[in-house]
């Protein structure tokens, strides 16, 4: 019976945070109606590439208006950044060029599986995040502790 009532326990919690996290994907990607509110050149959904098969399921990034959200294989996580206003960054700039931005502490969900140190370290990396560079469908997150790859995904 407490076999049944643990597996049971842990459908919820996953049923739970399912929707939490569809919530706050939905609130996340709910246009903004200011005046003034331009679109950054990163903002939009993001598939990280440079993960080398360590993960089941790449994880996924969200970017919109100062606020982040993202899937991992096992949780779900969120959070705030902060990009200083740079018209050069949504224009014709090179490649090469390298942009500020900050990521601060990040919010996550704490379910237990095989990869929560793969989980652990990618957002230790994005926390650590100081620049960015943005080309084509391309994004790359550089930070103290590595790079973080990505690819466009979606509109």
Excluded: H
């Excluded at 996340?28 to 089941?56: C, H, K, V, Y």
């Excluded at 942009?99 to 990869?115: D, H, L, M, N, Y």
Aim: hydrophobic share 35%; net charge negative.
């Amino acid at each position: 019976m407490q076999k049944n009532q643990i597996s049971q326990n842990k459908r919820w919690m996953a049923l739970i945070t399912k929707v939490f996290a569809l919530i706050l994907g939905i609130t996340l990607t709910l246009p903004t109606f200011a005046a003034t509110a331009a679109l950054s050149a990163i903002d939009g959904s993001w598939e990280l590439r440079n993960q080398d098969g360590a993960f089941t399921k790449p994880p996924l990034l969200v970017l919109r208006d100062g606020r982040d959200f993202g899937v991992m294989p096992c949780n779900q996580y969120f959070g705030n950044y902060e990009e200083p206003s740079n018209d050069e960054a949504s224009g014709s700039a090179p490649c090469s060029q390298k942009f500020p931005i900050k990521f601060f502490p990040q919010r996550s969900t704490e379910i237990g599986c095989a990869e929560n140190e793969l989980e652990s370290k990618y957002l230790q990396i994005l926390e650590s995040v100081n620049s960015y560079q943005s080309c084509y469908n391309g994004l790359r997150l550089n930070g103290e502790l590595g790079v973080l790859q990505y690819a466009k995904i979606g509109d």
